[in-house]
């Protein structure tokens, strides 16, 4: 019987100071994970994604690099490529970079800084500042070259060249893409995508 007794006893201290404690601390860590929600798969994929297709982009004529040179930030600049495909940052003349890599610039300029003696040894990095822009023709409210905005489709392009006009053909929309040849089109839907450097005509409409 007193051993009945004493286990009643521990039974009801556990009850009255280990039972709230837990239930207060249960909550807490709930909002801790709750606070830093993990990264889910298609997160990682969409990240991974973004970062392969700059690391593949190749620049061209439009197209504005940034140049960090930390071994010697005097030569440091950011610089647009010309229309021949050219850029010239300090101390290293003229350096043809069209159809490049940023990280191929970079591998190009530090060769070249310690080939000719302005630096033993070449720490630098190269960035893409702002790709080449793209451009509206035709029956739009402001046609010209617009800064290239990623993600783009073709309503926004001719939004943001200011709407169609009202004697736009909204059916009969080409681009000619940058990798094209001159002269090579193709009909576009205003859903079609558009990238750096690409021209979208809108035609005027049939009566």
């Not at 007794?5 to 009801?12: I, P, R, Y």
């Not at 071994?71 to 021949?84: F, K, N, R």
């Not at 040894?121 to 500042?129: E, G, I, Q, T, Y």
């Amino acid at each position: 019987m007193r051993i009945s007794a004493w286990s009643g006893l521990l039974v009801a201290l556990y009850r009255r100071l280990l039972m709230p404690a837990l239930g207060l601390m249960l909550p807490l860590g709930m909002v801790a994970c709750e606070s830093q929600p993990p990264t889910t798969a298609l997160q990682q994929s969409s990240q991974v994604t973004q970062t392969m297709r700059m690391a593949e982009y190749r620049v061209a004529p439009g197209d504005r690099v940034r140049v960090i040179v930390l071994s010697d930030p005097a030569l440091s600049g950011e610089y647009e490529v010309d229309s021949v495909g050219v850029i010239s940052p300090r101390m290293a003349d003229r350096v043809p970079v069209i159809g490049m890599t940023t990280a191929e610039i970079e591998e190009m300029l530090r060769t070249r800084y310690q080939t000719d003696g302005t630096l033993r040894a070449a720490r630098l990095s190269v960035d893409l500042v702002a790709r080449r822009p793209f451009y509206v023709l035709g029956e739009v409210g402001r046609p010209g070259s617009f800064p290239f905005v990623s993600g783009i489709n073709v309503a926004q392009a001719v939004a943001i060249a200011g709407g169609f006009t009202r004697r736009a053909s909204k059916t009969r929309i080409t681009i000619q893409r940058f990798t094209q040849t001159m002269g090579m089109e193709e009909t576009v839907t205003e859903d079609s995508p558009v990238g750096p450097g690409d021209i979208l005509r809108i035609p005027e409409r049939w009566f």
